[in-house]
């Protein structure tokens, strides 16, 4: 059976850009599938194709693969590879948060090495198309560039497969852009973005490759340039509030959402036997060391009401049990679960014996609590009508109306 068992909408773009990436899985086996939204759109999905061959060329000396690529029959549409492995950020902060940090530096330095060295092929100038995308960026000389240039080579990209894959280079320009912007992007996302921000290495970073106070005022400025020209006049509906509410002002404290894993000990579920990683734009891909005599975990995917589907939940590659778990305010049905109240979690799953690692890979998708509270009332009823039938079926009438059914029927 072809099921989809995640799907997200990149639709606060222009027409030419909106898409929707889902996750499609069928007889064990899972591919992803981004189509254009809009047929204005259809050409930005079908170059993906052509870049894959292009993109190859230029990683094969580091070496890095790049996700497989293929249009589709219906040419709206491309198919690429599903993969299972924790990527370079999820890699470097698990290195932080393992008290390992002088290892996550030095992963994260030969990264912006081996990105460097694929913008090394001729010295940088500015073109029209440059301008167009990028806008008008006074920069010094010297700087150099690829003939195509992927901008988002930032950690959440990289796969940490046997040899590392990038991902979603949907960003790729066939003009010089500047070797120094795509790095400086990579420092900006690893070190001030993400849950886990680590603002004071960003300066270091920034030294070590020749970034200048000058020169990341110019990047900030393409940056904002790049984000307009995919928007290309639609306005997002983020940015709407000012327009459509004047006189209002608007205070809001944004909470990073972290997944966390705890571990059971004689103590019960403690902060002290747990750790955290990033959900990063609703999806949180992880592998956690489970400390020795550990026989139940618990999972909660963030702080807020929330659904959750699980695309894997495993003990060393083996699917965990999920049968007896416990989903206070909520509910779990098969692969999705719905929480109704803060701090929602997936308690008591049982650790099988001798296991070493839990992997778990989820999306989490924020909802308003009277939504969620209307979604668990609603599988409650739908419970208890499956329990009042389950209990008519097993009456003696039933039973009786079956066999005289049968009977007549033949």
């Not at 705890?262 to 060391?289: A, H, K, N, W």
Request: net charge neutral; hydrophobic share 35%.
């Amino acid at each position: 059976m072809r099921e989809v068992i995640y799907s997200k909408f990149s639709n606060e773009r222009a027409r030419a850009f909106s898409t929707r990436t889902d996750v499609i899985e069928e007889n064990g086996r899972r591919e992803v599938i981004k189509t254009a939204l809009y047929p204005e759109g259809e050409e930005h999905i079908r170059r993906l194709a052509g870049l894959y061959p292009v993109l190859s060329e230029q990683y094969r000396k580091i070496p890095f693969l790049v996700n497989l690529c293929a249009v589709l029959p219906d040419r709206k549409s491309v198919r690429l590879e599903y993969l299972e492995a924790e990527t370079l950020y999820e890699r470097l902060n698990r290195f932080r948060k393992t008290g390992m940090p002088e290892l996550a530096d030095q992963e994260f330095i030969r990264y912006m090495r081996q990105v460097e060295s694929c913008l090394q092929e001729k010295e940088f100038s500015v073109t029209p198309e440059f301008e167009a995308v990028f806008g008008h960026a006074p920069l010094p000389e010297g700087m150099h560039s690829a003939s195509v240039t992927n901008i988002d080579m930032v950690c959440q990209n990289l796969v940490m497969t046997p040899v590392p894959t990038v991902i979603d280079y949907e960003w790729t320009f066939d003009f010089p852009v500047p070797d120094k912007y795509v790095l400086y992007r990579v420092i900006l996302y690893y070190c001030a973005v993400g849950a886990e921000k680590q603002l004071s290495d960003e300066a270091r970073y920034c030294e070590l490759f020749g970034i200048t106070d000058s020169m990341k005022l110019t990047f900030r400025k393409m940056e904002k340039a790049f984000q307009s020209y995919i928007t290309r006049g639609h306005i997002p509906v983020r940015d709407l509030y000012e327009s459509i509410s004047p006189g209002m002002a608007v205070f809001r404290l944004e909470r990073p959402e972290v997944l966390q894993v705890f571990f059971l000990t004689e103590q019960g579920y403690t902060e002290e036997q747990s750790v955290r990683f990033p959900i990063r734009e609703g999806r949180v891909f992880c592998t956690v060391d489970l400390p020795a005599g550990c026989t139940h975990v618990r999972v909660d995917p963030g702080n807020e009401p929330c659904m959750v589907s699980i695309i894997k939940l495993a003990f060393d590659h083996k699917e965990a049990k999920l049968t007896d778990v416990l989903t206070p305010g909520g509910f779990l049905n098969g692969r999705r679960a719905v929480f109704a109240q803060e701090d929602p979690n997936i308690s008591h799953i049982p650790v099988p014996k001798n296991a070493r690692q839990l992997e778990i890979r989820m999306t989490v998708i924020r909802g308003e609590k009277k939504v969620m509270e209307k979604m668990v009332q609603l599988e409650m009823e739908n419970q208890r009508m499956k329990e009042q039938l389950h209990t008519v079926k097993e009456s003696k009438i039933w039973k009786m109306v079956e066999r005289t059914l049968k009977m007549n029927s033949q």
